[in-house]
């Protein structure tokens, strides 16, 4: 099984719906990410968490909001979808301490 | 596996000046990434890199994949107190999901 999971894998939704991804892992991180990809970019970190307690914005947070249920939960939403966030979703997970960071499989967002 | 060894580890520049920090893969690069980590922040991504010999910018701040792509440079102009921070050269080994992230370079910047 994969150490870090992503649901859904792929969603269409709609403009104004509101929308959220979920990301759970099993490797005991403490510290969890979400990233999303456009393009020809590279990775952009929307929200970060070190610990259940601990949320954090990330360089493009807005019109975004997290969750961290549980250390091994961390859920992503978009209140009010609109079309310039459709993209593919990373969630992460980094061991405190390390440089690596593990990423889950991605949902690919397509927001019409 | 794939190793991402950056130097210098530190670096401590006075503002204003110019600087450079390396990467080096072990095997040859499809796609590298710099961040920036502020301390005990996540990651901010500037930049992504394919194509040998190509080179990006972002206002002072400037990466090359060279064209062997087994080697990155970013160089900073004019540097800033607000450049301070760990840099971190990045790549996906093969198929793998998993983010590799070089040895990081911290800069300080000084007044």
């Known amino acids: 099984d994969a150490d870090v999971t992503q649901t859904p894998r792929n969603r269409i939704t709609k403009t104004g719906k509101r929308i959220m991804l979920e990301c759970s892992q099993t490797k005991g991180h403490d510290r969890m990410y979400w990233y999303r990809q456009d393009p020809g970019l590279g990775l952009r970190l929307i929200y970060y968490s070190f610990d259940v307690k601990d949320i954090n914005k990330g360089e493009i947070s807005d019109g975004y909001s997290v969750s961290r249920q549980a250390q091994a939960k961390f859920s992503l939403s978009l209140e009010s979808a609109i079309p310039n966030q459709t993209a593919l979703y990373f969630c992460?997970?980094?061991?405190?301490?390390?440089?690596?960071?593990?990423f889950g499989p991605g949902t690919r967002l397509t927001v019409t | 596996s794939q190793e991402l060894e950056q130097s210098p580890q530190s670096l401590i520049v006075q503002e204003g000046k110019n600087l450079t920090i390396n990467c080096t893969s072990s095997k040859t690069l499809y796609g590298l990434y710099w961040y920036k980590q502020k301390y005990g922040e996540g990651l901010i991504f500037l930049m992504m890199?394919?194509?040998?010999?190509e080179e990006k910018s972002h206002e002072k701040i400037t990466a090359k994949l060279d064209e062997k792509k087994q080697q990155s440079s970013l160089h900073i102009t004019a540097s800033q107190p607000s450049h301070a921070g760990i840099y971190l050269c990045?790549?996906?080994?093969?198929?793998?999901?998993?983010?590799?992230f070089g040895t990081g370079t911290r800069l300080q910047v000084t007044l």
């Open positions: 890199l394919q194509k040998g010999g």
């Open positions: 990045g790549a996906f080994a093969g198929t793998a999901s998993k983010l590799t």
């Open positions: 992460a997970t980094e061991e405190r301490g390390t440089l690596e960071q593990y």
